[in-house]
């Protein structure tokens, strides 16, 4: 199982720096979360399979319990199944609306991945334009994601642009309980009987809460839309993939430090202590036929939220309030409006990194956390490439290299001291590395840099070092789409266009300055 948290998130944070610190500024109201609800493009995903699991079925206990107080016994179980008919065909209505709507432009799969793919070249200075240019209006995805009365998935400008409740409570149909506000009605047989409808509508619309006991109606528990992961299995290499993106995570995603281990731990850590995979959207053989389409959705980093109790929101809500990376964000930015401009460029995340590596390299100890002291433990199963480094040499080292705390060879009892500031380096500098290994666009015996995706995929998970002095680095990258340049592939030829030599290559010129002149890699 892997996370995935694209570049692309952290740049137009840092694009949108003065934008956010200039709206967090205007009203105690305005914080970091409202912001990006209001500006990073979002999918909407109705499912009626996943309506009837996630809102129906959690909300069917309360509904009854009201008309069982509201209605005669001889009503009670005829006006269950009758409301929850009426709900239900109020969920079709509003996928089948959605679909017809003329406003939305249908895209397909191919075009999606060419837009997203747009979106992950763009640098600071160009990701809002980008987003303008090309998300600034609602649109639909195409094939099995729209099929009428069943499901859809629309691809919105915002998450505020989606307005799912009002066209919700447009299409509840009351017809089957009465249409007036009257107490009584003369039934088939002449006889005078009590009207439903409006015990029904004080219940979905009460706005006084003598119905609910609360200012708030049931109605609000029917159409909420909250952030949700999605789970999806790869169809290339059958790889569990996991997308969580969401204002709060946000949040803490840009208060660690921009390492591949750190992010994975965090994501896995947020996912665990909010709740988030109570409500996770599994992609399995129900949605075969759109599983590129998740994949695609959960690689880029788009939000993907979906109808949910308000009940498991709230829930979900005062997790992420408790949750510390990133509680304090939008305080921090009031306070230092250069926070988020200097997050991954400024003296002070350059000197963290510094620290890190002379404390770690030295004393076994981490200098200190960047913006929180919370630790992740969770570990995600993956698989494992390894790459193997040959020990240092035995001749006689001069004054200079014995007194180097980077280039002197590790010893026996310093070896995890050692390894853990190797981790760093390789952390911090292996994107790059690979980045300037790769071709520039039109050589045919290497990769060409384009997304970055593959840079920033290649991961050292862990280091370990034998009685003999070897070491040996465990690697990961992202084998869809780009294992088919390796052995085996459908592009494999030329060889040298293997990832693994990119990566092989990339890691060994890292380490050969901290390690040995001479090493040798073995992929396993």
Same mark, same amino acid.
């Given at each position: ?28 109201? +305005? ?27 959690? &909300? ?36 089948? !609306?959605?679909? !017809? ?87 088939? &047989? ?19 809460? %003598? ?81 590129? *389409? ?43 409006? !250069? ?16 620290? +890190? ?23 995600? %199963? ?20 014995? &007194? ?13 001291? %050692? ?7 390789? !952390? ?8 300037? +290994? ?21 991961? *050292? ?64």
């Amino acid at each position: 199982m892997a996370f995935y948290t694209p570049a692309w998130l952290r740049k137009y944070i840092k694009e949108e720096a003065k934008n956010i610190s200039e709206y967090v500024a205007k009203s105690q109201r +305005n914080d970091f979360r409202s912001f990006i609800d209001a500006k990073l493009p979002m999918v909407l995903f109705l499912d009626i399979a996943e309506i009837k699991e996630k809102v129906l079925a959690p &909300n069917m206990s309360m509904l009854t319990a009201y008309i069982e107080k509201a209605f005669p016994p001889e009503q009670q179980e005829w006006a269950v199944k009758t409301l929850e008919s009426v709900l239900l065909n109020a969920y079709k209505k509003t996928i089948n !609306d959605y679909i !017809d709507n003329p406003r939305f432009r249908e895209v397909s799969y191919d075009e999606l991945a060419a837009m997203l793919e747009g979106l992950n070249t763009q640098d600071v200075g160009s990701l809002r334009k980008y987003l303008d240019s090309n998300f600034s209006k609602t649109m639909r995805v195409g094939g099995s994601l729209s099929i009428k009365n069943t499901r859809v998935m629309l691809l919105a400008p915002n998450f505020t642009a989606i307005k799912f409740g009002t066209l919700f409570r447009e299409n509840i149909d009351y017809t089957p309980f009465g249409q007036d506000d009257s107490l009584f009605y003369t039934d088939a &047989n002449g006889d005078l009987v009590e009207n439903p409808y409006p015990k029904i509508s004080a219940l979905l619309e009460d706005v006084t809460g %003598s119905v609910t006991g609360k200012k708030q109606t049931f109605f609000t528990q029917l159409q909420n839309v909250g952030h949700v992961e999605v789970d999806v299995v790869s169809q290339s290499t059958r790889e569990v993939k996991r997308g969580q993106v969401s204002p709060r995570f946000l949040q803490a995603l840009v208060s660690v430090p921009n390492t591949p281990g750190a992010i994975n731990k965090l994501q896995a850590s947020f996912s665990k202590e909010t709740l988030q995979f109570t409500t996770r959207v599994m992609v399995r053989k129900k949605f075969s036929s759109s599983k590129m *389409v998740f994949e695609l959705l959960v690689e880029n980093g788009i939000p993907v939220g979906i109808p949910e109790s308000q009940t498991t929101n709230l829930m979900k809500a005062a997790k992420e309030g408790s949750f510390g990376p990133g509680a304090g964000l939008t305080a921090l930015i009031k306070k230092n409006p !250069d926070f988020l401009v200097d997050l991954e460029t400024s003296k002070s995340y350059k000197k963290f990194i510094e620290d +890190n590596l002379v404390s770690l390299l030295s004393t076994g100890k981490a200098a200190g956390a960047y913006g929180s002291d919370t630790r992740f433990t969770e570990k995600a %199963s993956i698989t494992r490439q390894k790459v193997a480094l040959s020990p240092a040499s035995k001749r006689k080292k001069s004054p200079k290299q014995v &007194n180097s705390a980077l280039t002197k060879a590790p010893k026996a009892e310093g070896k995890s001291t %050692s390894l853990a500031g190797l981790q760093q380096i390789l !952390d911090t500098s292996l994107a790059e590395k690979i980045r300037q +290994n790769m071709g520039t666009g039109a050589s045919k015996n290497v990769l060409n840099y384009r997304t970055g995706r593959l840079a920033e995929s290649a991961k *050292v998970e862990r280091l370990s070092q034998g009685r003999s002095g070897m070491i040996t680095a465990y690697y990961t990258y992202m084998k869809y789409p780009y294992a088919t340049f390796s052995e085996g592939g459908v592009q494999q030829y030329p060889k040298t266009r293997d990832p693994k030599l990119l990566i092989t290559k990339s890691i060994k010129e890292l380490m050969s300055a901290k390690v040995a002149a001479r090493m040798r890699a073995v992929l396993v």
